[in-house]
């Protein structure tokens, strides 16, 4: 094969780095090299059941997602069950699910999980925040690129959204630019996944 010419290589580039860019991660939005502490003990009994997003760091695979609700449930094989739903553009419109599985990689605190929704490929799920009474949980990984608050309530109050947000502040994450999508007026009144 001849050598390519030197002045088509920018064109050839283009589209590499396009395709590079739209599947490269989110950006890291914790400060220092050290990953965020986790929660030092999780009851996976009471974690389970369903939980409303109430703010996300942007990444593409929610991209432009409403009344995302997550459930965890047990599986036969030991694993959890994971059901993602997402309302694309708006509470009215197409509702998409995504069902994964997880599985317990920290059993000392089983507040590390990995979460898998295509094949064998897991990414890292850490709690690193979350309420006494299991009433509202804090998302991330080792880099601190996906960032999630995670709630019983759709709708917590004010107060709450200030608190979790100082919070992570406080602990070196960027929070400037985190998603908060329209959420269900009330627990009852999200549709079920089921």
């Given at each position: 094969m001849p050598p390519i010419p030197r002045?088509?290589?920018?064109?050839?580039?283009?589209?590499?780095?396009?395709?590079?860019?739209?599947?490269?991660?989110?950006?890291?939005?914790?400060?220092?090299?050290?990953?965020?502490?986790?929660v030092?003990?999780?009851?996976?009994?009471r974690y389970l059941g369903r939980w409303f997003e109430i703010a996300r760091a942007d990444h593409g695979f929610e991209r432009g997602c409403d009344g995302v609700i997550a459930e965890y449930s047990r599986r036969p094989d030991g694993l959890l069950r994971v059901i993602n739903s997402c309302w694309k553009e708006g509470l009215e419109g197409p509702v998409n699910l995504a069902e994964g599985r997880a599985r317990i990689v920290d059993t000392d605190s089983n507040a590390k999980l990995e979460v898998s929704f295509f094949g064998?490929?897991?990414?890292?799920?850490?709690?690193?925040?979350?309420?006494?009474?299991?009433s509202w949980a804090v998302v991330s990984e080792a880099q601190g690129r996906y960032l999630?608050?995670?709630?019983?309530?759709?709708?917590?109050?004010?107060?709450?959204?200030?608190?979790?947000?100082?919070?992570?502040?406080?602990?070196?994450?960027?929070?400037?630019?985190?998603?908060?999508p329209e959420q269900w007026p009330a627990a009852s009144a999200a549709p079920t996944s089921e």
């Amino acid at each position: 094969m001849p050598p390519i010419p030197r002045r088509f290589i920018p064109a050839l580039l283009i589209p590499i780095l396009a395709l590079a860019a739209c599947t490269s991660p989110p950006r890291d939005r914790l400060s220092g090299d050290q990953p965020p502490a986790t929660v030092s003990r999780v009851d996976v009994e009471r974690y389970l059941g369903r939980w409303f997003e109430i703010a996300r760091a942007d990444h593409g695979f929610e991209r432009g997602c409403d009344g995302v609700i997550a459930e965890y449930s047990r599986r036969p094989d030991g694993l959890l069950r994971v059901i993602n739903s997402c309302w694309k553009e708006g509470l009215e419109g197409p509702v998409n699910l995504a069902e994964g599985r997880a599985r317990i990689v920290d059993t000392d605190s089983n507040a590390k999980l990995e979460v898998s929704f295509f094949g064998p490929f897991f990414g890292d799920y850490w709690i690193i925040d979350l309420a006494e009474d299991y009433s509202w949980a804090v998302v991330s990984e080792a880099q601190g690129r996906y960032l999630w608050i995670l709630a019983r309530d759709p709708r917590p109050s004010e107060a709450f959204i200030a608190q979790r947000l100082a919070s992570l502040e406080a602990r070196g994450f960027d929070t400037d630019g985190l998603i908060f999508p329209e959420q269900w007026p009330a627990a009852s009144a999200a549709p079920t996944s089921e």
